[in-house]
């Protein structure tokens, strides 16, 4: 993969890559691409595809309210929070 | 649990034991008559108990507390069982060593210069060097049957859906099973009957139908497979131990193996990328202190709560799954998985079962050079089938070979746990497994009620 390519995925993906990590990551990333190649020489075009090993068809139940206690519990795990909000730095 | 603790310390297989007070009162209201009752066990530390810690072995999550356990810890809990601590791992569960944990490195109680295999490699260096009878760990595309391999350990990869996910840290939600490391097929098949089953919680979950568990065939590979020496004497050893237990052998060819990793791989990283994306720093785990905006709050706190092979796989997940490659890769890796679950199934028409190596080396040193991370990736053509086609398989320990165990996988049809477990026993009658010599023998409680 060339270096712009690695680079608009990082961006997709969220990650802020300095360019030492870049370099680093450059080569095992292209290693793998070259290998995934080889599922070029099977002949795929009678096969569907598998999505999920046993799962045949969604699975629904009722949608009965159950009491959830533990949201401040849950809002305290934020990096930060306040009057039971999370906190972030400013959007606008 | 100090004695616990003192035993690890030159293994270092947990990454935090419950706290003297906390055992203590839970061994006390423990269900007494449950079918675990007794029992002790470790859990991966990428599976939730409450009240401890759920670190993934990544910095990304260092600090975070669990609000709830899974359900298979529920369950094991409820049977009378007692959890002592949470057990290292891969980040996230991706690697074949357990070095690529960020928190701590663990040693293989055979051979302390050694790696104990991975993910689950704290799993199974716990129940190596007696800690527990048995510990829960997470398999994708070989995590418990690898570690078992190299620690000389039971492991169970149950058949897809089969044990609740709810609980489990998602890596390849398609694939990963929560599986099961112990010291003999008793205690695994115990386990296995009390975490199982279909939960609300997991809308992939499936009862269990049990399939037939007589087994007469076994098939296993011919020619040249690629195996260290020691690791083709074991498999020999197997094949005639499986002889002398009145099994017929038969030699088949698995074309597809070596085209499974790169398809696995496809969808692991593919799912991974998705699975991932919740980690930004917002509403738990590590925030980079450094962010002035939104965006580098989530960029920064994922550049530095994950370690290097956690970015691989993002990298290549979002690469694979971008418009315009996605037919090229993901979709063309779900038609191999058919292509795959086809070639097993044909097998099991002429034979009950199949019989591979877990992994071509016994446990290597850590910083082995001659098998990094991309030759590690490649060599888990044995034990990804088993995720991509959904069917259960168990490592079983058959040998030690210049001082390390090495084991072997019995893989069956969907459903057929039993099969394996009967098959698994009859190997143990003719290859008795050897005991770790660095295990607290005699100090533990191995045969559940």
């Known amino acids: 993969m060339e270096k712009d390519d690695l680079l608009i995925t990082a961006a997709q993906a969220q990650l802020a890559l300095s360019a030492e990590e870049a370099g680093r990551l450059e080569t095992a990333v292209s290693e793998m691409l070259d290998y995934f190649e080889m599922m070029n020489e099977v002949d795929v075009s009678n096969l569907p595809p598998t999505t999920h090993a046993l799962v045949r068809e969604n699975a629904l139940r009722e949608d009965n309210p159950n009491p959830n206690n533990n949201q401040e519990d849950l809002v305290n795990r934020a990096p930060e929070n306040e009057d039971n909000f999370i906190v972030i730095p400013n959007v606008l | 649990m100090t004695e616990l603790k003192e035993h690890d310390k030159d293994i270092n297989s947990f990454l935090e034991f419950a706290s003297e007070d906390a055992a203590a009162s839970v061994a006390a209201s423990a269900n007494q008559d449950g079918p675990l009752a007794g029992l002790t066990f ?164 499936i009862d269990h139908i049990p399939a037939s568990a007589d087994a007469e065939t076994v098939a296993v590979l011919a020619g040249d497979l690629g195996l260290k020496p020691e690791v083709e004497t074991a498999y020999k050893k197997a094949v005639d131990g499986l002889k002398s237990s009145g099994m017929k052998i038969i030699e088949v060819e698995l074309p597809m193996l070596d085209y499974g990793i790169a398809a696995y791989y496809t969808i692991a990283m593919a799912e991974a990328s998705a699975n991932l994306a919740r980690y930004n720093g917002v509403r738990y785990g590590h925030r980079s202190a450094e962010a002035g905006s939104f965006e580098d709050l989530m960029r920064m706190s994922r550049d530095e709560g994950f370690g290097d092979e956690v970015k691989l796989r993002i990298l290549l997940g979002t690469y694979v799954l971008r418009s315009g490659f996605q037919d090229q890769y993901y979709t063309r890796a779900q038609k191999i998985r058919t292509a795959v679950r086809n070639e097993f199934d044909g097998v099991f028409t002429k034979a009950d079962m199949i019989m591979l190596p877990a992994f071509p080396t016994a446990a290597f040193k850590h910083g082995d050079q001659s098998l990094d991370q991309f030759q590690q990736k490649l060599a888990d053509k044995f034990t990804v089938a088993a995720n991509l086609s959904g069917m259960p398989a168990m490592s079983v320990p058959v040998s030690v070979e210049n001082g390390l165990p090495v084991g072997m996988q019995l893989m069956a049809p969907v459903f057929a746990e039993e099969r394996i477990f009967k098959v698994a026993e009859k190997l143990a009658e003719v290859l008795p497994p050897a005991a770790c010599p660095l295990s607290m023998a005699g100090q533990r409680t191995t045969e559940a009620k």
């Open chain 2, 42 to 205: 470790g859990v991966k530390d990428n599976i939730a108990v409450e009240g401890m810690h759920l670190t993934c072995g990544s910095k990304m999550l260092k600090d975070f507390v669990s609000p709830y356990d899974a359900t298979a810890v529920r369950k094991l809990k409820e049977a009378g069982a007692v959890c002592v601590g949470k057990t290292n791992l891969d980040e996230f569960g991706m690697g074949s060593s357990t070095d690529n944990s960020a928190l701590a490195v663990t040693n293989n109680p055979w051979d302390l210069e050694c790696v104990c295999g991975g993910s689950s490699g704290g799993s199974a260096a716990a129940v190596a060097a007696g800690l527990v009878p048995f510990a829960l760990g997470t398999d994708t595309g070989g995590s418990v049957r690898q570690p078992a391999s190299f620690c000389g350990v039971y492991g169970l990869k149950p058949t897809y859906g089969v044990v609740s996910r709810f609980g489990l840290v998602a890596y390849a939600s398609s694939l990963e099973v929560c599986g099961i490391l112990a010291d003999s097929v008793d205690t695994t098949r115990k386990v296995f009957e009390v975490i199982k089953g279909k939960d609300g919680s997991d809308q992939t979950s």
